[in-house]
Structures are given as C-alpha cells and as structure tokens.
C-alpha cells in the first residue's frame, strides 16, 4: 500500500490543533470542520498508533504518555511545512512578531525598530509587551525575548546582553535633602524598588543597611519603566538599568549619583523555535539586534552594561 493511503498526515494536523487548542470544539472551528470530523480524524489515528492520545474527561482533556511524545515532533514538522510553503512566495510583505519584556520594549526595542525596518521594507513587525514569556506555553511567537538566568528549554537561544543596576531619582528630589553626596543620603527618600531582592548587594558594598530603607506604596512588580515614570516624578528612588534609560540621564530627567552598579545575574535571551532557525525574517533580525545591541554598548564607554559570554 502506497505510503499517502497509509501515512495519517490529516489526523496528524487535526492531533496537532487539539493537543495545542486542548479542545476538540475549538479545533474543529480553526480546521474548518465539523467536531464529529475531528472526533473520526482522531480516532483513526489512534487506531494508526495502536493507542490512545487524548484522556477525554468532562471538563479537561489531556494527553496521553503517546501524546506527549507525538506532540512535538509533529508541531515541528508542521511548523517545518508552513515556513517550507511561506519561503516561496517571493515579493509577499511578512509580519515578524516579537514578544519582550515591557521595560526593553518601551526603552529599547520601539526606539530602534525604524532602523530595522528601514533595512528590511518588507518585514512588518508586531511588538508585544510581555512580562513572563514562560506562559507561552506550546505556542510561540517569532522571535521572544526573555530574561532569565538560563535560556529557555523549548527554544533555540541568543545571549543579547546583561545588565547592571544602580539607584536613580529626580533632580529636584535630590535637591529636597540638601543633595545626594554620600549614599547614606539616600535614606532621608522613599524607595520605588522592591529592595528585599538582590538589591542588597549594591546595599552592602555602599555600607547601607536595607532595613533602614522607606518603601512607598508603589508596587510595579518588577516593570521598571513604571518605577523610572515614578522616579521622574519624584516619587521616589529607583534602581534602575543606566543602559536602558540612558536617555533619561542624559536629558537631566534622572540623575545617577553613583557609579557603583550591581547585576542580578540574568541574561536578556532571543528566542525561537528550532524549526524556524533558517527563516529568513528570524535571520535577518536575530543579526540586525546584535549588531544594533553591540554598538550601542560600545557607545556608552564606560558604562556597566555588559555584553554576555556566549
């Protein structure tokens, strides 16, 4: 018997929407079928198998051992297929969606993005603010970026740079307490920044005790361009990244009193899948940040945003 009578490949594309929608209702709506459709599909390559792949329970459906072991080989391979069929329609405008982290979008990201679509006219990008990229799941963007201390297990990783920390505020708060000169002055004001963290290690080298430290009831939870708006304010001092707002120093909006800076020991990492690592979109931008990273750590001197080991 001929491999395509025997080879299941629709109920393969049908197992690929369940596993990844975790409903057949769901599925049958994206494939354009009727649920019976994705029902019989189903059933036929369970029969193909020799075993079951979904649990069916009331509310919730799972996978099985089976399942989970057929799942990501063909999501790959359909991945594989979709960017084999996008490769070669020639002259057509693709879209590259990216998902960062707020702070870097905001910062970083948005500011450059014109130079990477002035160099590449027929890539639209989508920008998407997310904070924890670990809640993808089993779907991902183009590209993700992420921040963590490891790369992401389920996708292939850049390092793009680490960074360094040190306390910012606003001129004019600094100037409520006769200015900032030794950084015991920097208890007489209120912190923005959570400083129960890893923070304690610029305390510790600058000889102040973190107990002793005013909190205001701002919680950002962790988005530093919140803080930084906060800072700006007055509201406030922030630790924050020199390289990420380096803007803001520049114009006077923040001032950083000291030159002592601490990192957390994370990387900032460029994400995608492994089936995608010879898109051309993914390519092109995976070498166009680099580049973009690494002349604009260079043109900061002797500033403490680092470069990671590779």
């Known amino acids: 018997m001929k491999l395509s009578r025997r080879f299941p490949l629709n109920a393969l594309r049908v197992f690929e929407a369940v596993a990844r929608l975790e409903n057949f209702t769901r599925a049958a709506e994206e494939l354009g079928m009727t649920q019976t459709a994705v029902t019989y599909q189903i059933k036929l390559l369970e029969d193909f198998l020799g075993d079951t792949v979904f649990l069916r329970r009331p509310r919730a459906l799972k996978l099985t051992e089976t399942g989970e072991k057929l799942l990501p080989k063909v999501a790959e391979a359909f991945t594989l297929l979709t960017e084999a069929v996008q490769s070669t329609r020639h002259g057509v405008e693709e879209t590259l969606e990216i998902h960062s982290p707020p702070t870097f979008a905001s910062q970083w990201l948005s500011t450059h993005l014109g130079a990477f679509q002035a160099e590449y006219p027929q890539i639209a990008v989508r920008l998407v603010r997310q904070m924890d990229a670990t809640d993808q799941q089993r779907t991902w963007p183009d590209i993700t970026i992420h921040i963590g201390a490891v790369p992401l297990e389920a996708l292939v990783c850049h390092p793009l740079l680490r960074l360094e920390y040190s306390p910012m505020l606003a001129p004019h708060l600094a100037d409520s307490v006769g200015g900032i000169r030794q950084p015991a002055d920097l208890l007489k004001l209120p912190w923005i920044s959570d400083t129960r963290g890893w923070w304690r290690e610029w305390f510790d080298a600058a000889g102040i005790a973190p107990g002793t430290i005013r909190q205001t009831g701002l ?27 380096r803007d803001d120093l520049a114009s006077g909006r923040l001032i950083q009193p000291f030159d002592l800076c601490f990192g957390d020991g994370k990387t900032y990492w460029l994400g995608y899948q492994p089936a995608r690592r010879n898109t051309a979109k993914i390519k092109a931008f995976t070498t166009w940040i680099q580049s973009a990273l690494a002349h604009d750590l260079a043109a900061m001197g002797t500033t403490r945003a680092k470069q990671p080991v590779a």
């Open 219 to 245: 919680h950002a939870l962790g988005a530093l361009d919140l803080e930084a708006k906060a800072a700006i304010a007055g509201d406030g001092v922030a630790m924050l990244s020199p390289f990420l707002f």
